[in-house]
């Protein structure tokens, strides 16, 4: 096996059509507008109906990248979903995309990162591609995380929306400008209690007294989650930026995780990056998380902002806890 370079070759991304304002959120829970935008950015998510899957928002996305890339449907070698919010605990959304794509004999897995899962996702189908094991690779970062939202909790029933960001890794070929350049994943499982949806798996399964409590929706410590993902993104980038002579003038673009703004302006403030060189739109969808970083480059590749030879770096925080970031040229 010979060694090559990974790289975007598209990017597809789907929001469902029902939007929840904050003027909205304010008739359901004791918050307000001003309080919403001032702490996160936040002004609107789009939420999924009750027909809607994680599956079906995939499945969307994925069409999306397909479509806008040179690859056919059938040269599709791999599909790797990354969710927190699957439809069923088994089989996995990735398993349910492959059958409505009519894809077959190819692996198709899920993994669980939190919103740190399209980065650990990219992360793994890099190395398929870079060792020679196939050519073309489908990852999906998708959540409905409204369904699992504890409506009664105004610090996160605030925070999250539902939505898809899919893209295509491909091999490189040596003519091509793009490449993924380098990636770091990390995480840290003593911390895990910070950010976590306790029932319905082997620990606290299903029952009268978990649905009671609530335990089956997010839970979540807003503060020091606040100080580690700072921290965390901070980490991850500032290495891979050191480890390939980088900085921060480097880049063209960052993609953050659209965790809450004063993360990413802190982020920006820490790397020394102006916030015009920083990829935002937390204002249109709130926290979708895995979906975030594809749904912002996905916007921003179709708008003209990001273009071919552009050196973009992604970066996420998210359960477990874990981190990570990828420094492509895109």
Known sequence: MGYYFAKFESFGSFAPKKILTNQDLEKIVDTTDEWIRTRTGMVERHIASPEEA?????YQAAINAIEASK???????????ATI??????????????????????????????????????DIGRQYIENGTVNNILIIGVEVLTKITNWNDRNTC?????ASGACVMSRAEPSDISRIIDSKIDADGSQ???????AGGSRLPASAETVAANQHTVYMEGNR??????????????????????????????IPHQANMRI????AEKMRVPMSKVIVNIHKYGNTS????????????????????DIILLTSFGAGLTWGSILARY
């Open 225 to 254: 989650i606040f100080k580690n993902a700072v921290k965390s993104m901070y980490a991850s980038s500032d290495e891979l930026l050191r480890r390939n002579n980088l900085s921060g003038v480097d880049i063209d673009w960052i």
């Open 192 to 198: 895990g209690e910070f950010l976590i949806q306790a």
């Open 158 to 162: 605030v925070l999250f929306g539902d």
């Open 290 to 309: 895995s979906a975030t970083i594809p749904l912002a480059l996905d916007e921003s590749i179709r708008s003209k902002k990001i273009r071919r030879g």
């Open 85 to 122: 919010s699957p439809d069923h605990p088994f089989p996995s959304t990735s398993c349910i995309v492959q059958k409505k794509l009519g894809l077959k004999n190819i692996p198709a897995f899920d993994i669980s990162a939190g919103c740190t899962g399209f980065i650990y996702a990219c």
């Open 264 to 267: 990413i302006e802190a982020l």
């Open 54 to 58: 994680a599956s079906d928002l995939a």
């Open 71 to 81: 690859v056919r449907y059938k040269e599709i070698e791999m599909i790797i979903v």
